[in-house]
């Protein structure tokens, strides 16, 4: 099947500094991708849409400047948390739509642990 | 507004059945998706339904009423490594998707 990955699985970042997470996909090309972020016991919280090429859709309630979403290739998106926060720690997952595929052609990455001291 | 209920946590006993239900209410409907998600990990996909009816797959299967907004996700012969949590999310008109909490499911010896 096909796999998404993500770097870092896990970062410990000091308050004020900025954070880059990569979310590929290996075997597959993604003009879609999706940046869920989940804190303990909650659901994921779909924070943006990442096509390719074009400009990162928001989510309500998600500030653009802080979260930078670049989508620059079709098997590569980064999201970076800039002038990280204490309650910006979570649980950050992406998940990439195969391009030809279905509804259901939707794979996600492991996620990365992000915890801002 | 758009909403997916399910229950919090389940608790069953290794080698029986469970059923854990989801009901949704969204903007249009483009199918109902069941993840699996371990504590820590990343949700892993178990079923996708769009019409209705049962699908099985192996020891899960997944029941969808488009009528009702109602969908259940079906385990047998319940394995300790079942222990997670179960995501149901629903796909709406514009292809997002609708996150359920997630139900907990805690098996027993």
């Known amino acids: 099947g096909a796999v998404v990955s993500q770097h870092p699985s896990w970062v410990i970042c000091k308050s004020g500094t900025s954070v880059k997470i990569e979310c590929r996909s290996l075997d597959f090309q993604a003009t879609t991708m999706f940046w869920y972020r989940q804190f303990p016991k909650q659901s994921l919280m779909l924070m943006a849409t990442s096509n390719e090429g074009s400009k990162a859709t928001y989510e309500q309630g998600v500030e653009k400047d802080k979260f930078l979403i670049n989508h620059a290739s079709l098997t590569l998106s980064t999201l970076t948390v800039t002038s990280a926060h204490p309650e910006d720690s979570s649980f950050y997952i992406c998940s990439a739509l195969e391009e030809a595929g279905g509804p259901n052609e939707q794979y996600f990455g492991p996620g990365t642990r992000l915890t801002v001291t | 507004g758009q909403n997916i209920d399910q229950p919090t946590e389940m608790t069953a006993t290794e080698g029986a059945i469970v059923q854990i239900n989801c009901t949704y209410q969204t903007s249009g409907f483009n199918g109902l998706f069941w993840y699996q998600q371990h504590a820590g990990e990343a949700p892993t996909f178990l079923s996708y339904?769009?019409l209705d009816g049962l699908e099985e797959k192996g020891r899960f299967s997944s029941f969808l009423s488009r009528s009702k907004g109602y969908s259940y996700l079906l385990l047998k012969e319940l394995q300790m490594k079942d222990s997670a949590s179960y995501l149901c999310?629903?796909?709406?008109?514009?292809?997002?998707?609708?996150w359920g909490a997630g139900t907990k499911l805690i098996i027993k010896p």
């Open positions: 339904n769009v």
């Open positions: 999310a629903a796909l709406d008109s514009n292809y997002q998707l609708i």
